[in-house]
Nanobody
């Protein structure tokens, strides 16, 4: 069973930076896509970006140019480097893992990010 644990959340001022990490355990296939999602207060969960473990990294328009996703394949870890943070970036950030050719998405428990003005 895949388990994902996020860390690195906290409160930062507008314009600040924060780095989130997520460690996956129980991974049985290295061919997978990991992603970051976030859920702003009172809103639905939304995609932040994905990393396929190779060269394909995608970002939502809301974070493009400000956030960077990286992966350490050998450690089954994904990071989210966030900069130029805005109040709209506030929310619970989740990482996920999905094996190719499978429907199920595995989720972490989330980590809170608060950007204060």
């Amino acid at each position: 069973q895949v388990q994902l644990v996020e860390s690195g959340g906290g409160e930062v001022p507008v314009g600040g930076s924060l780095r989130l990490s997520c460690v996956a355990s129980g991974v049985t296939n290295s061919i997978n896509v990991m992603a970051w999602y976030r859920q702003p207060p009172g809103k639905e969960r939304e995609l932040v970006g994905t990393h396929n473990g190779g060269s394909i990294i995608k970002y939502s328009d809301a974070v493009k140019g400000r956030f960077t996703i990286s992966r350490d394949i050998g450690k089954n870890t994904i990071h989210l480097q966030m900069s130029s943070l805005k109040p709209d970036d506030t929310g619970v950030y989740y990482c996920s893992l999905k094996y190719l050719f499978e429907e199920k998405n595995y989720w972490g428990q989330g980590t809170q990010v608060t950007v204060s003005s």
